[in-house]
């Protein structure tokens, strides 16, 4: 079996405060493993007022409904990341496929 020698304290490091900067963003770990250090995050899809953004958008004469879409299309979806060390150190973030 192959060993990740490579791995040092700096890069583990940068890879942990990776993983609380994510998880101070409402983001949780479903997975997570330290011998390849790699960690699975999910993130719930967030509730927006509608009706707040409805009177923003009247007020603004429909200005506000460009910001009220992006919301409803980015905000709307259960997001799953995975973050991990690649061979040479560096910390990566992709995104997951959901279910």
């Not at 967030?46 to 007020?59: G, M, R």
């Not at 905000?75 to 690649?86: E, R, T």
């Amino acid at each position: 079996m192959e060993s990740y020698h490579l791995i040092n304290e700096k890069n583990l490091d940068r890879f942990h405060k990776m993983l609380l900067a994510k998880k101070r963003n409402g983001f949780i770990i479903i997975e997570h493993n330290e011998k390849l250090p790699y960690a699975v995050l999910s993130k719930e899809k967030t509730q927006i007022n509608h009706p707040f953004h409805l009177f923003l958008t009247v007020i603004t004469l429909g200005l506000w409904s460009i910001v009220w879409i992006y919301f409803i299309l980015s905000l709307l979806q259960k997001k799953d990341i995975l973050v991990a060390l690649d061979e040479d150190g560096n910390v990566f973030q992709e995104k997951c496929l959901s279910k």
